[in-house]
């Protein structure tokens, strides 16, 4: 069975533009979080995708956004990207039973200048 | 507040030489507690799901335990492969999943 993809691995940004990052999720995982990732603040949740729809969100700013695909598939949108915003972003799908046993992407290293 | 603490941050052990690592916990509502293993440039890799206090679970060379507070990750006679950061969470009543911030263990040959 094929894991948790993220596109792109790698991507460089600079102050004010906009990112959009994607995610393929385990086949039959109904369930996509997104993470974003840093030395000094660890493994923080952004926001959960289940059905099309936001079913939790973590505390970050509205220039965080994301949306999940009828295939599952989500994507991930930063607006006005801030140097603080350089990261990895992980995606991780589950069956979206309880509790959440999650299964991690690769990730995707954002780098803003 | 929700909060998970893991400690120590970091760890260096001689190949053969067990030890735990300590994850602590204040969760209203606790649906899970989740041990991962991530290493340099990678997701993390999921290693186990707790749900109750007393509750144990074993995987090779680690074994994971619970309590009302606290668990922990025992590793048996680690070898250099052990080398990681792990990772506990926890999931609350209110489904979110708070992560710690890790502690990396360095296994030496």
């Known amino acids: 069975k094929a894991g948790v993809t993220q596109t792109p691995r790698y991507l460089i940004k600079t102050r004010g533009q906009q990112v959009t990052l994607s995610c393929s999720p385990i086949?039959?995982?109904?369930?996509v979080s997104w993470y974003q990732q840093t030395p000094g603040q660890g493994l923080q949740f952004l926001f959960e995708?289940?059905?099309?729809?936001?079913?939790n969100k973590g505390n970050f700013p509205g220039r965080f956004s994301g949306r999940q695909f009828s295939n599952s598939r989500s994507e991930m949108n930063v607006s006005t990207l801030e140097l603080g915003d350089s990261a990895l972003y992980l995606c991780?799908?589950?069956?979206?039973?309880?509790?959440?046993?999650?299964?991690f992407g690769p990730g995707t290293r954002l780098t803003v200048t | 507040e929700d909060q998970v603490t893991q400690s120590p941050e970091a760890l260096r052990l001689q190949e053969g030489e067990s030890s735990s690592l300590n994850c602590s916990y204040t969760?209203?509502?606790?649906?899970?507690l989740f041990w991962y293993r991530q290493d340099p440039g990678k997701g993390p890799e999921f290693l186990f799901t707790l749900y109750s206090a007393g509750e144990e679970k074993e995987k090779e060379r680690l074994k994971a335990t619970l309590t009302k507070k606290e668990s922990f990750l025992h590793i048996t006679a680690p070898k250099p492969e052990d080398s990681a950061t792990y990772l506990c969470a926890v999931q609350g009543g209110d489904d979110k999943i708070i992560f710690g911030k890790g502690t990396r263990l360095h296994i030496l040959p």
């Open positions: 086949s039959g995982h109904r369930s």
């Open positions: 995708y289940f059905s099309e729809t936001q079913r």
């Open positions: 969760v209203s509502g606790l649906r899970g």
């Open positions: 991780a799908s589950s069956f979206a039973g309880q509790p959440y046993e999650q299964y």
